[in-house]
């Protein structure tokens, strides 16, 4: 076996972003002055390395394209028995899921998704209907955003694995994360929290079956059959927003954007770091949906836990000034339908990051912890 | 269990490539006209999805981004156990190899790599200096061609899964595989099937090991340690073929270009079903270094199999009409110092793909097989 494993520097240690942070630095440490002349055979190559604009770190990276319109890419691998278990009835949405959280990604950088690149592995004994049916349902995203299948690659493995690298075009400029000031309000689209109430409804009804009972046995039975298809499909079905992220472009004054992917405080979190900003959060403000509101309440549980923490929401987190709020809201729910809401405002960095309980739990202001999920705790 | 997996196709009917025709009409059967507009709030998006000049079966996507130069984009997923062993010696010399595989993608286009994004699954038990090796290894490659670290994904898995998406810019008009027409030469830079003797002698050597022998007691301890170390290093550090490609772009004349990713019955294959022709390789012909002939000889190998169907070589191969020929070779082995071989010439395609054997061993000219390397058979 191998002893320096032991030795090491666990990866639960460093967490996700510290790995990333360090993986970073491992490359560039081998980097040190770009282009190495010599090897292009006394061509000066064609682009400098510095049509990098953004790198690592924001939803997508932004690339000047000489002449061109700003690209964005993002990528991101799921893996069987950790992201997803692959079953009969899911592949479909499975398929569907994995490219909208990349075109979602694209949304939260004001860009138009385009180009999609597939990557996966696929068990020896799997068959070709199995693979199709994903491929399906990935189609199916993809027609609904104009989204081409570009290229990929197709390899064996144990488990499966789907990579997605997802190419789209800024609209107008890129939006990031760091743009937000102290005063901006920090805004989110449609409600949070709704994807962690189906997860959560998805693994007590995944145990109670286990354990031989059927779904309408178990406690969920005492909720709608509507509640029940919304918050599932929420988790298992998430819809980029395209359309949203499109009109707040439009519109403009959007100051830094995200989506919302680790939970709302993870988020928060994120804009403040990359702005140097402290932020307010009003939990009474945080848009729950009535249906995980009740099934949160039937369950014992905190639906600020779901609406903060639960992540894979897929709304976006966005921050603008003031004046431009009111404008901004209605833009987008004449365009869109969708409703936006204002959850705080970025504050001075000295005070920190909190949440504000509601009159009626306290009114007290705590710090907001950032535990979205992190792959490596 | 899964019921319909043992009712279904096998992967193994269709193979690797009749999988990916599939995949791609899953995906088209689900996308029936562009861009949804109603989806996208009424504004019409930026980029028409024509953007993709060349998608699935070529080394790269081209896309044509508005205004700017043609993008290449390439990707490749490593699994381990699949593609490579997890061994701390070689970490940094996998992470060379998966970005320069990649790289070579973007070389047979004519193109020049840019920026990378790598998604890696990483298992539980990993440690931070390992993922780092693996890294600093893809780092150094990326020094030496100009690459920069773009974005990426960091999950974790049971296995160790290299996801490696490459961009890059045509220099020129991209080249692709369909180009070639009958009575264009087929030529090969470099020499091939010394990767192949480098598998040979890397596996020969671990079963020694694994029997308690050590490399000394084995067969390879007749091979002199300089081609042990020539081969081993073809294999296990592959150098990608940019100036190379740069300096026949720059000369100009080539009609289609590939890397020798698969073997070069394969890629043979490959030129001659894009361009509708058929083709003669002259195996006499073919550049196999003296070291590939010696641990050939010794181990009572067939040199040939090695050249054809060993793969992994990632020399290019290309086509270019007669009278341009002499040219390029001369300006590619001043520009680089890389010699380039006539292997052979295309043919109508009536005549079929034939390989020509030498002289001394009968001169007949039997049909070539595709047998490169199938990950699904």
């Keep these: 076996m191998d002893e320096k494993r032991q030795a090491g520097t666990s990866l639960a240690s460093v967490g996700e972003f510290g790995l990333i942070g360090r993986l970073a630095q491992a490359w560039q440490g081998a980097a040190p002055c770009g282009i190495a002349h010599g090897n292009l055979g006394g061509l000066s190559p064609v682009i400098p390395p ?84 994903l491929y399906a349902g990935m189609g199916e995203m993809a027609a609904r955003f104009g989204v081409a299948l570009a290229g990929g690659d197709t390899v064996r493995s144990d488990k499966w694995v789907i990579n997605v690298t997802l190419l789209g075009l800024a609209t107008k400029a890129p939006i990031g994360r760091s743009g937000g000031r102290p005063g901006d309000l920090i805004l989110v689209t449609g409600t949070v929290g709704d994807s962690a109430a189906g997860l959560h409804l998805l693994l007590s009804e995944e145990s109670m079956m286990a354990a031989g009972k059927g779904a309408s046995e178990s406690n969920e039975a005492h909720i709608s059959e509507a509640d029940r298809q919304a918050l599932l499909l929420r988790h298992l079905d998430p819809t980029p927003r395209v359309a949203e992220a499109m009109a707040l472009v439009v519109h403009g004054g959007v100051t830094a954007m995200m989506d919302v992917s680790d939970g709302v405080s993870s988020e928060v979190h994120h804009l403040c770091r ?61 365009e869109t339908g969708t409703d936006v809401t204002v959850i705080g405002r970025l504050t001075d960095g000295a005070a920190g990051i909190m949440a504000v309980y509601p009159a009626e739990k306290g009114g007290e202001a705590v710090p907001l912890a950032a535990k979205g999920y992190n792959h490596f705790r």
Tied chains: 1, 2.
């Design 50 to 133: 510095e049509g990098l604009r953004l790198g690592i770190g924001d939803d997508a990276a932004v690339i000047d394209v000489p002449g061109g319109k700003p690209l964005l890419v993002t990528t991101d691998m799921l893996v069987e028995g950790v992201h997803f278990l692959w079953s009969p009835e899911r592949r479909r949405l499975l398929g569907r899921k994995a490219l909208a959280v990349n075109i979602s990604d694209i949304a939260a950088m004001g860009g138009v998704p385009a180009w999609a690149f597939l990557s996966i592995g696929v068990p020896a004994g799997a068959n070709v209907e199995e693979v199709e049916e």
């Design 274 to 334: 990359n702005a140097g900003c402290g932020a307010r959060i009003d939990l009474a403000n945080l848009p729950i949906s009535p249906a995980a509101r009740r099934l949160a309440r039937r369950e014992g549980r905190e639906v600020f836990a779901w609406a903060l923490s639960g992540g894979e929401d897929y709304e976006l987190i966005f921050t603008a000034p003031e004046e431009r709020v009111p404008g901004l809201i209605d833009h987008v729910r004449r």
